[in-house]
Nanobody
Framework: QVQLVQSGGGLVQPGGSLRLSCAASGSISGIYAMGWYRQAPGKQRELVARIINDGSTNYADSVKGRFTISRDNAKNTVYLQMNSLQPEDTAVYYC?????????WGQGTQVTVSS
């Protein structure tokens, strides 16, 4: 089992920045990918960014150039740096870890972009 604890998020004005963190614990060996998803009200959960254990990254087109995913292997933590936030980025953000074909989800954290 993998346990995930998210931190960060909150309320920010358009154009502002936030950083999300997700710390993994438990059976962390063999983690293949770590990533961030988001779900806005009335919408499906969507991939925001992910990082594979070889260091390669994928981003949703809507966040390219604004968001950066990174991973600290020593701390078993994945980060999402979000810059130039816009109201359409408002959603609950979830961390996800893939390990031996199993998906593990964080508890979710609200990000609200509003003036």
């Amino acid at each position: 089992q993998v346990q995930l604890v998210q931190s960060g998020g909150g309320l920010v004005q358009p154009g502002g920045s936030l950083r999300l963190s997700c710390a993994a614990s438990g059976s962390i060996s063999g983690i293949y990918a770590m990533g961030w998803y988001r779900q806005a009200p009335g919408k499906q959960r969507e991939l925001v960014a992910r990082i594979i254990n070889d260091g390669s990254t994928n981003y949703a087109d809507s966040v390219k150039g604004r968001f950066t995913i990174s991973r600290d292997n020593a701390k078993n933590t994945v980060y999402l740096q979000m810059n130039s936030l816009q109201p359409e980025d408002t959603a609950v953000y979830y961390c996800k870890v893939v390990r031996f074909g199993d998906n593990y989800w964080g508890q979710g954290t609200q990000v609200t972009v509003s003036s």
